[in-house]
């Protein structure tokens, strides 16, 4: 394979243990680690790897999961089979449907596979060790792929997320960091992290979403919802929501990205920035519905870097594996500056290149030509775009 010259003037770490790839939530379940290969076999066949350090971190400790996560919720998924889940839980096997959060979360959206705790406790140690990387400054870009799982909470698995890596890395983060900005361009609203951070002003979270109370997940994230209400409560106004709706496109959402994320930069002046780049936002994803371009999608990740902080950049949710891997190995090649370079026609010889024959052998197939109009009008954008102003007014770095 061809390679690639590492970035001037600053580092960029991989944080990847393929012992992901190994792990499945179920037949019909759409979370496929299968993108995971995919997007490696693309880093991989590019040359990336040599312009980056590329770490195989060791999985997190039960003592790391339980700096966020409570003792009886680790205990559980570390001891949770397939086999004796019925047997401590009967109540679970009471019906397909229903009994979703019931037992710390488990369900049909966050089944108890085989491996489930070697899966979470690698996907985690990615991410805490790459923010450990910034930390110490051996990393300025620290990338872990098989992280970015949003929805998991203090004692409940939701949403396919089980561990909540990126809050874990953010308490890391801050360890060293005194602000820490959390962006999250995943098509689902990050709660989890939300949540976590609700009360401080040391971390502020961004999230932008598809929102639809009733029919999308998980129903929260609307664009009044800043923080908690009371005054004397220094998470006040330190959340920012754009909700969305169905099919927004390429430069719609960089309007919007821009004018709300520059000015929420220059108003916090976080130290370190986390990046989601949940590849569920592009267009034909299968549980999706905006219109992104892989272009598109990756000019977010052009348009954080440009600021040039500490960055620590997740995957999250994706569900047509193959555009995800395209968008997230564009990604890294954005992320060490060789993107102008990359040729977009796939590497000749490559594992798995058979997967991308679908839209034809290139990075950047045309997403946006499906079913989904653009129901975002110019009013409701700019309607967003006048709340954060008026939000970020109340707060200062
Ligand atoms: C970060 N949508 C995660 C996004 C999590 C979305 C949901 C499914 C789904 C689950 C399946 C399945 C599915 C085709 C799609 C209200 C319910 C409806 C379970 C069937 N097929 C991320 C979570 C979301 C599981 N959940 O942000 C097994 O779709 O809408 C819901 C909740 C109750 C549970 N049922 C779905 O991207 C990583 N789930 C097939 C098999
Ligand atoms: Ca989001
Ligand atoms: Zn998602």
Redesign the pocket.
């Known amino acids: 394979a061809n390679s690639i010259s590492r970035p001037k003037g600053y580092r960029v770490s991989w944080h990847y243990n393929p012992a992901v790839e190994n792990h499945h ?7 496929k680690p299968w993108r995971l290969t995919l997007t490696k076999s693309l880093v991989l066949s590019y040359g990336m790897h040599t312009a980056m350090d590329t770490y195989i971190p060791r999985a997190a400790t039960k003592e790391e999961l339980a700096e966020f996560h409570k003792d009886s919720y680790v205990d559980f998924l570390s001891v949770a089979t397939p086999q004796n889940i019925y047997e401590m839980y009967p109540e679970l096997a009471a019906g ?2 229903g009994y ?1 959060s019931a037992i710390f979360g488990v ?3 966050c ?1 108890i596979f085989d491996g489930l705790f070697a899966f979470c406790a690698t996907y985690t140690g990615a991410s805490i060790d790459a923010a450990r990387k910034l930390c110490n400054k051996q990393s300025d870009i620290a990338i872990n792929w098989s992280g ?4 998991a909470k203090k004692a409940e698995a ?4 089980y561990v909540n890596d990126i809050v874990l890395a953010i308490l890391q983060l801050l360890r060293h960091h005194p602000r820490v900005l959390y962006i999250d361009i ?5 709660d989890g992290v939300e949540q976590a951070f609700w009360s401080t002003d040391r971390v502020m979270c961004v999230s932008f979403h598809k929102y639809d109370r009733e029919v ?3 129903g929260t994230g609307p664009l009044e919802s800043t923080g908690p209400i009371h005054p004397d409560n220094p998470g006040k106004n330190y959340t920012i929501n754009v909700p969305l709706n169905d099919g927004i496109d390429d430069e719609g959402y960089a309007y919007l990205f821009q004018n709300v994320v520059e000015p929420t930069i220059k108003t916090f002046n976080p130290t370190a920035i986390v990046l989601q780049c ?1 590849a ?1 936002s592009l267009g034909h994803d ?2 999706g519905c905006f219109n992104l371009n892989i272009r598109g999608h990756g000019n977010c990740v052009s348009f954080v870097k440009s600021f040039g902080l500490p960055m620590l950049v997740v ?5 047509t594996p193959r555009n995800v891997a395209r968008a997230w190995a564009h990604e890294t090649s954005i992320l060490i500056g060789a993107d102008k370079t990359l040729n977009p026609d796939l590497p000749e010889f490559m594992p798995h290149r058979e997967a991308f024959r679908r839209e034809g052998f290139t990075l950047f197939p045309n997403l946006s030509a499906w079913k989904k109009d653009n129901m975002n009008t110019r009013a409701d954008v700019e309607k967003i775009i006048r709340h954060v102003r008026e939000q970020l007014a109340y707060i200062r770095g």
């Open positions: 939530f179920g037949q019909t379940h759409p979370m397909p449907t979703s369900g049909d959206d089944p970015g799982l949003h929805h939701s949403g396919f997320c995943d098509v689902h609203h990050g999308f997940f998980p949940g569920d299968r549980l995957g999250g949710g994706g569900y």
